[in-house]
């Protein structure tokens, strides 16, 4: 006997009329634009669906605006991070639920991706979407519209009318070329320009990541395949968008923009040809840096190349290999130096504390991190402590050897980066040395007011003879000014 979800089966208004789906981001650091909404929103038809986003990071009071919204919708769909934007998720759905209890909740994003069956022990979620999005949650709209159950619809898993949780089937991961554009009219972009402080554009290209690096959920969740955006009508679309919102820069948030070189090589091509006066920044990794023929470093400079962010991880090869980062040292070394020669920036993001790491291997990541710092002004070296973030080789690892991972939604929510907060896998001692050869480091090299040149001469001696030893200057500014924490 099939089993029906819980879900209505009747249609919940004339498919003629234009039926509502709210979006929702929750609350989160930083203001880069919900391209995940903006994905799933887009692909929806517009002479059938009216689509609202609702933004926690931009709306003072965004549970109101939800309940405001979701009376006459077809259903609510969440994106989800793993960390603090749980807690605020769970707070809407659950209040939407308690306002609307047949309101179809839809979960999708990185964590239902990856505990989909876990996310459906909550109540007031009835459905999770397991990786890419555009086509499940298009389906999954279509089918609620017309009554019709979502027990077989692949690529999400729902609660059945038994209270069971079935995963159906996953779907194949679709060339990105497929969908229609992505509708910034669904945001409002000078919001986000204004919050942000610069007319800076988020823009996907691609989805997806060929590699396998231990510590990262996207192997898991994408099974290691790529997909990317064809680049002639990528920037044709580029144009359109600058011609309508006078963006300054665009912000490639892809994994790995750089999978393809002939893909940027055309897409750079076009953006010079275009006229368009733009600066863009996107990720590459070490191993494509030194692959990519110098013209095509040279055209992607003259399209408006100003910076990269090139995850480093560790300075020692062996960590590296451990961590199956597939990259070698002195690759990030040959290719901060091809970004030196073409007047690029970079972020050099390190990774320390994965288990067992060796105080010799945590000396080699500071030393590669200081190394690369004082290469150029332009080059940040930020270092984060290993979180066992869900989905990952390392996590499996370390929880076979003991290590125990949040159970509940609740326990997931709080389970997030936070500024200095250390793994378990780092010593007091460690974490002390790493701070404060952080606080000197960015003091050295950062501009400096005049006011703090003197702090900054001190602290460039500091770090050019590692000596880190009584940081009443850390203290003290510390003092003046508390560090941030995130999400
Ligand atoms: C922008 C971004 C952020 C922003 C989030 C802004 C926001 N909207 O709230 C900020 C800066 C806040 C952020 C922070 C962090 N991030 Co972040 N971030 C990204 C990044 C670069 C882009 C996300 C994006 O827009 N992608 C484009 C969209 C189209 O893809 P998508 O989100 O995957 O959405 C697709 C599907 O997942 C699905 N989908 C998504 N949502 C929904 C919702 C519904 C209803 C449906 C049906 C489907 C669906 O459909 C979409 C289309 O296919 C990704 C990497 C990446 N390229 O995805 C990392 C990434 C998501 N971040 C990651 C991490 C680790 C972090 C940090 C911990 C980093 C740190 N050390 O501080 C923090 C903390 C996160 C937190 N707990 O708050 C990890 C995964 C984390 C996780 N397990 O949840 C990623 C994957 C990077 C990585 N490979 O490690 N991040
Ligand atoms: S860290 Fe970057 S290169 Fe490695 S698997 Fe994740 S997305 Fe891919």
């Not at 994905?39 to 309940?67: F, M, Q």
């Not at 609510?76 to 759905?93: E, Q």
């Not at 409002?188 to 988020?202: I, N, S, T, W």
Request: hydrophobic share 40%; proline share 6%.
């Amino acid at each position: 006997m099939t089993m029906r979800s819980t879900l209505p089966t009747e249609p919940a208004q004339s498919p003629r009329k234009r039926l509502k789906i709210v979006l929702y981001n929750p609350q989160a650091v930083f203001f880069t634009m919900p391209l995940a909404l903006l994905a799933i929103g887009s692909e929806l038809d517009p002479n059938l669906y009216e689509v609202v986003t609702i933004d926690a990071r931009l709306d003072p009071d965004a549970e109101k605006a939800v309940l405001s919204h979701i009376g006459d919708a077809l259903c609510l769909g969440i994106t989800v991070l793993t960390g603090a934007p749980i807690s605020d998720a769970l707070r809407i759905s659950r209040s939407a639920k308690r306002a609307r209890p047949d309101l179809p909740v839809v979960w999708g994003g990185w964590h239902p991706s990856m505990f989909s069956k876990e996310c459906l022990l909550e109540q007031s979620v009835d459905v999770t979407v397991r990786g890419q999005g555009e086509e499940t949650f298009a389906e999954i709209v279509d089918r609620l519209a017309h009554g019709r159950s979502l027990d077989d619809c692949a690529g999400c898993t729902v609660r059945l009318s038994d209270g069971t949780i079935q995963e159906n089937p996953s779907r194949a991961l679709a060339q990105v070329d497929n969908f229609r554009a992505h509708d910034y009219g669904l945001i409002p972009v000078e919001r986000y320009f204004q919050l942000k402080g610069k007319r800076q554009l988020d823009y996907i290209s691609s989805q997806g990541c060929n590699f396998r690096c231990a510590f990262c959920s996207d192997p898991f969740v994408y099974g290691r395949k790529w997909v990317g955006l064809e680049p002639v009508r990528m920037a044709m679309r580029l144009k359109e968008l600058w011609d309508k919102y006078h963006f300054d820069d665009v912000n490639f948030q892809d994994e790995t923009f750089f999978t393809k070189a002939g893909r940027v090589e055309a897409l750079a091509d076009r953006i010079v040809e275009s006229g368009m006066k733009i600066t863009w920044a996107a990720t590459m990794r070490a191993d494509q840096g030194i692959r990519l023929p110098d013209h095509v470093w040279v055209r992607c400079k003259q399209s408006g190349l100003r910076r990269l962010l090139v995850g480093v991880e560790s300075g020692s090869n062996e960590v590296l290999k451990r961590i199956k980062k597939d990259i070698k040292i002195e690759q990030v070394y040959e290719t901060a130096e091809k970004m030196l020669r073409f007047g690029i920036a970079g972020h050099f993001p390190f990774i320390v504390g994965f288990p067992d790491e060796s105080d010799e291997n945590v000396q080699a990541t500071l030393d590669c991190a200081k190394r690369l710092r004082s290469m150029s002004p332009e080059f940040l070296t930020p270092i984060f402590y290993f979180k066992p973030y869900p989905g990952s080789a390392l996590v499996i690892e370390a929880v076979e050897r003991g290590f125990r991972l949040p159970e509940t939604l609740e326990e997931w929510a709080k389970f997030d980066y936070v500024a200095g907060e250390p793994g378990p896998w780092v010593s007091p001692e460690k974490f002390e040395l790493i701070e404060r050869f952080k606080f000197f480091h960015e003091l050295a090299w950062k501009k400096a007011s005049p006011g703090k040149r003197l702090l900054q001469r001190l602290a460039r001696y500091r770090c050019n003879k590692d000596n880190y030893r009584w940081p009443v200057e850390m203290l003290f500014m510390r003092w003046l000014a508390p560090a941030q924490t995130l999400s």
